[in-house]
């Protein structure tokens, strides 16, 4: 009899984050400044033939768009219900019996139990190692190199030139580099538009950050045609809703230029929560993303993070950050949230020195 579930499952959890409801959540870094006008307007005109009958098989609105808007040709585009499910596609093409994947670790949560989930053995190395020698990231011979440039959850960006080396190292044999960049519009720096010269290159987008379309869940991914096409075989049909195809291409379009504002918003605030932080003595991590991380208050993320909640503030907590420890991951949106959070942050602060 085979054994139910199979033995590698057995490890495996559901994703389980705080999600009680909250008055100020600055925990998944959603856009906090709403969504795209134009992915709404596109929902906001919906038909019954939007429901009644199925979405294109391969959305190819949505690929059409992203090529329009990248200049790659409509064959280097694949898309997902989310990027998370570009990604669980990338793997299962890539994985199967001894399958491994590497990554820089800490990296986006949800990539190791993905990788789990398709046969893949996990290999992190640490972050800083990584980051000094790319090459670590090949050790072994992984069938999968991840890089999440900017990295969740520190939001650090791995420098040009060191992604050069590794794909240089990787050259046309090596193993599938997925990079993820959901992040990458408030980093202002893409590799997208080059996916297709190189013939092992992924880089993978979500339609649920920068754009505000998370509850859409779509998502999209750049890579040569013969990539691409493995990623689209392993998604299956009809995967993108019509209405998601339609909204997150719409977005992606961006002819209204929405998205220039939200990223210059964020990166603004970024920069004076920053300053912030550092006024309070928890510098953040350098980050080009839409979020900072910084130091646990108490050397207990998590037990910092259900304080911060009762005053009805949600961020994300961390552990084994190298150099930190301890940390909590603060989404970047409109400075009235900001403020909230910094009473919040101030309050607790405060009653921690009444408690010591
Ligand atoms: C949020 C996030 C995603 C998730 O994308 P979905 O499209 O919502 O599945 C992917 N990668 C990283 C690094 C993220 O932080």
């Known amino acids: 009899m085979s054994p139910f579930p199979r033995p590698d499952y057995e490890a495996l959890t559901r994703y389980t984050p705080d999600r009680r409801p909250v008055g100020i959540d600055l925990s998944d870094n959603t856009n906090l400044w709403g969504t795209h006008p134009a992915a709404l307007e596109r929902i906001r005109s919906a038909g019954p033939n939007d429901l009644a009958r199925y979405p294109d098989l391969y959305a190819d609105r949505l690929r059409e768009a992203v090529a329009h808007h990248f200049g790659v040709a409509v064959d280097c585009v694949t898309t997902g219900c989310g990027s998370d499910d570009v990604l669980d596609s990338a793997f299962r093409a890539a994985g199967g019996d ?29 972050w800083p190692d990584a980051l000094d020698d790319p090459g670590l990231l090949l050790a072994g011979a992984p069938s999968v190199v991840y890089v999440c440039r900017p990295n969740n959850p520190t939001g650090e960006q791995a420098p040009d030139e060191w992604l050069d080396e590794l794909l240089a190292r990787v050259g046309g044999d090596g193993p599938l580099v997925i990079l993820d960049e959901a992040y990458a519009d408030f980093a202002e720096e893409t590799r997208l538009p080059t996916a297709p010269d190189h013939p092992r290159l992924l880089v993978a987008r979500t339609a649920s950050k920068a754009y505000g379309l998370a509850g859409l869940r779509t998502g999209f991914a750049v890579a040569c045609a013969e990539v691409a096409l493995e990623v689209e075989k392993s998604r299956g049909p009809y995967k993108v809703t019509r209405l998601g195809t339609d909204a997150a291409a719409a977005a992606v379009l961006d002819e209204d230029g929405w998205m220039a504002g939200v990223v210059r918003s964020t990166i603004e605030n970024r920069r004076r929560l920053s300053r912030e932080l550092d006024a309070r003595g928890y510098a953040p991590l350098s980050s080009r993303s839409n979020f900072l991380l910084f130091r646990s208050l108490t050397g207990a993320a998590r037990e910092d993070a259900l304080r911060l909640r009762a005053r009805d503030v949600a961020v994300r907590p961390f552990s084994g950050i190298p150099g930190m420890g301890d940390g909590l991951r603060v989404t970047v949106g409109p400075w009235s949230m900001m403020e909230a959070f910094l009473t919040a942050l101030d309050e607790e602060i405060a009653a921690l020195e009444v408690r010591s």
């Open 98 to 126: 001894s399958a491994t994947i590497s990554f820089a670790a800490p990296t986006f949560s949800m990539v190791e139990p993905l990788a789990r989930m398709n046969g893949m053995e996990v290999r992190p190395t640490s």
